[in-house]
């Protein structure tokens, strides 16, 4: 992943766009990783798998609770 400063990409914000097109672009303030800057095709590809997964979860969830799988709460920080 090509990485840029804060100032480095302000200076060359049309050449940050076109990177991030092509690929996620991190961007460093204060010799610190702070952002990724990216092509809004990989955001929503993301977002969906993100979508997909909580999706699974909650039926995964469903289907646990449908069996009677299950744990109260303070059982499960008892198990902790």
Do not use: W
């Not at 010799?31 to 800057?37: C, F, L, M």
């Amino acid at each position: 992943m090509f990485t840029l400063t804060a100032n480095d990409a302000k200076r060359n914000f049309g050449e940050l766009l076109l990177n991030a097109q092509r690929e996620p672009v991190k961007i460093s303030k204060n010799s610190k990783d702070t952002v990724v800057v990216m092509s809004i095709r990989d955001y929503e590809e993301i977002e969906a798998m993100k979508a997909e997964y909580l999706k699974h979860c909650f039926e995964s969830a469903k289907q646990d609770l449908a069996k009677g799988n299950v744990l109260d709460g303070q059982s499960f920080l008892n198990a902790l």
